[in-house]
């Protein structure tokens, strides 16, 4: 067995970068609804007021340039489709701040429902990153649930960003 010393870049992989939904910020009235039996945020059907907000850092070890997915961890209970909404700002430090959101949208799992409550996965649009090349870079997110396929709540456990990764982080605290 060889062990190598040194070595400050790996290959490329994928992490996650993730939002639990029990330490998410929620809007002004305290919306969407916690679930405290099921541990989960209940968005409500047809209702694009309800929003979780989340400040995101890129980590030190996401390979800059490089496109991230932002994805959603729901309890679908049905054989409807459910219409989720992000809207992001994506910037550098020390650079600036877009003026507006971008929106994006998607409507479909990864997994074919069968029956009952079933974990759920929906990916949005891959986000192109080759306009960020600090290691440094923030995101701004405005999550909520905007469809009427879906009667009722819709339970959803956790938003996450995969990102892929070339290093084990910077070298420098800050950089630019």
């Known amino acids: 067995m060889t062990f190598r010393v040194g070595i400050d870049k790996i290959n ?14 929620q809007g002004a009235t305290a919306e969407p609804n916690f679930d405290e039996t099921n541990v989960g945020l209940l968005f409500p059907q047809n209702d694009d007021t309800e929003i979780v907000f989340i400040i995101a ?4 070890d996401w ?12 309890q679908q209970s049905a054989n409807t489709a459910v219409t989720w909404k992000m809207d992001y700002k994506w910037f550098e430090n020390g650079g600036a701040v877009p003026a507006s959101f971008t929106p994006i ?10 029956s009952g409550d ?12 080759s306009s960020i090349s600090s290691v440094s870079s923030m ?18 456990f956790e938003f996450d960003i995969h ?5 084990l982080g910077s070298r420098f605290e800050f950089v630019k």
């Open 12 to 25: 490329t992989q994928w992490n996650d970068l993730r939002f639990s939904f029990t330490a998410s910020k």
């Open 139 to 156: 995101m701004l997110i405005k999550l909520y649930r905007d469809d009427n396929t879906t009667t009722g709540d819709v339970l959803a």
């Open 105 to 114: 949208s998607t409507s479909t799992g990864i997994f074919t429902y069968t």
């Open 118 to 129: 079933f974990a759920q996965i929906s990916s949005f649009p891959e986000i192109d990153g």
């Open 163 to 167: 990102y892929q990764i070339d290093s």
């Open 57 to 60: 850092q890129m980590p030190h």
């Open 63 to 74: 390979k800059t340039g490089t496109n991230i997915r932002p994805h959603i961890h729901w």
